[in-house]
Each structure stands twice: as C-alpha cells, then as structure tokens.
C-alpha cells in the first residue's frame, strides 16, 4: 500500500517567507509526528498527533512553528518568518493504532532559508 | 547525560566481520526499546524491536541491559548493504501521553562496510 508522502521534496525559501509543509500518512495511522533533521545531527521532535489533537507540543522549537491535522488524515507543519538556523529536513512520521511504536517516515522536505 | 547516547562512529568493518555496538539512555522508566536504521539522505525505518530477553532476526541480533541502562545491535556476516546509520530509540516511559507519543531517537551510530 501507500507509504508516508510529503511535499514538496525539497524548499528553497528567502529568509522571513513562511512555509508551508504537508504530510499525507498511511490510510489508517491514526498517530503523526514532525520531526526536524539538521544536517548530520539526530531527529529532534517536534509534535506528535493523535487523531487531529496534538497532546504533545512539547518539541516546537519557537511560536514561529505551528502545526494542524484534519481528522486523521493530511497533517500540515506551518513555519512562519523563517530563519536559517530552520535549514533541515522535516520529516513526518505516522504509526498505527494496533502497533503505535513502530513509526513509518515519509521521505521528509529539505527546507533551505537563504 | 543525554537521553539516548550512542558513539556516532564511524564504524569501518570489512565485510564478513562481526560488528557490536551500544546505545545508552538515561531515563530508567523507559519500557521500550528499537534499532532503526537511516541510509543517507533517506527516511529511518524500524529495523527490530528489542526485547528483554533479547532476540535476533537473522543476522541481527539485540539486547538490552536495564541495570546498566544500555541496549546493544550486533550484526554478523557483514554486508556492503549494512552501512548506514544505526539509531537507538526507546521510549520516553512514564510520560502521560503514553505511548506513542514518547519516543527519543539517538543521533546515531555510522556504519561503513568495506569491501
């Protein structure tokens, strides 16, 4: 079946713009994650939903970042005023309700702030 | 200490060879233990789950030690196919959310295999 897909792949945005990225999980997953990846550095959480409430917000990193979730479906992470240290890639991640650990990442967007 | 510290290599091991490595984490209440792996430029993917006694799944095989607070991948019979970087995950444990929701991702182990 269909994996996680996200889009775009990659962004390449002007300091200040905002962003805008989108995450469609697995038909079913009812939990979805962002995770942000600097480059050579480990995933750093960022929110976690359950269904379209996010009981975990704990990760963003500033207000400028905000996410939303419709039901449980397409999830989309929102990055307002860019800044370069936000150069990452973002990557979403959903699981299933029988098997919530085991965490299936879409390919992630490479976001680029010059 | 960091929640979940692995050496990040790397790991230069030619193929054949036998290669271990660990992962410590410090949060004692954490009931939940993964290797996933990340090839370059890719999304992680679960590669097992580790379970108190331990278990294997072909040429893997991992461990955990909750008095030392570490759990462990070994791989043997090395493959070029196995490099890539190793991440330790466990569970945040005690956090309300539950579950799902507390997984720590170590930053990762590097592994080249060497023809």
């Known amino acids: 079946g269909a994996g996680v897909s996200q889009s775009p792949s990659n962004k390449v945005t002007e300091k200040g713009k905002d962003v805008e990225l989108r995450c469609d999980p697995i038909?079913?997953?009812?939990?979805l994650y962002w995770y942000r990846q600097r480059l050579g550095q480990g995933l750093e959480f960022l929110i976690y939903?359950?269904?379209?409430?996010?009981?975990?917000k704990s990760g963003l990193p500033s207000d400028r970042f905000s996410a939303e979730r419709t039901g449980e479906s397409v999830s989309t992470l929102t990055i307002q005023r860019t800044q370069q240290e936000d150069s990452a890639v973002y990557l979403c991640?959903?699981?299933?309700?029988?098997?919530?650990?085991?965490?299936?990442f879409g390919p992630g967007t490479r976001l680029t702030v010059t | 200490r960091k929640e979940v510290e692995q050496d990040p290599g790397p790991f230069n091991v030619p193929e054949g060879a036998t290669v271990a490595f660990n992962c410590t984490y410090s949060?004692?209440?954490?009931?939940?233990f993964f290797w996933y792996r990340q090839d370059c430029r890719k999304e992680p993917k679960l590669l097992m789950s580790?379970?108190?006694s331990g278990n294997e799944d072909g040429r893997f095989t991992a461990q955990l030690n909750r008095a030392s607070q570490y759990i462990s991948l070994l791989i043997r019979d090395s493959k070029l196919s196995d490099s890539a970087t190793y991440l330790c995950?466990?569970?945040?444990?005690?956090?309300?959310?539950?579950?799902?929701?507390?997984?720590?991702f170590g930053k990762g182990t590097h592994l080249i295999i060497q023809p």
């Open positions: 995950v466990v569970n945040r444990g005690g956090y309300s959310g539950g579950g799902a929701d507390g997984l720590t």
């Open positions: 580790v379970y108190s």
């Open positions: 038909s079913g997953h009812t939990a």
């Open positions: 991640a959903s699981s299933s309700p029988s098997n919530s650990y085991e965490q299936y």
């Open positions: 949060n004692s209440a954490s009931q939940s």
């Open positions: 939903f359950q269904g379209n409430s996010a009981p975990d």
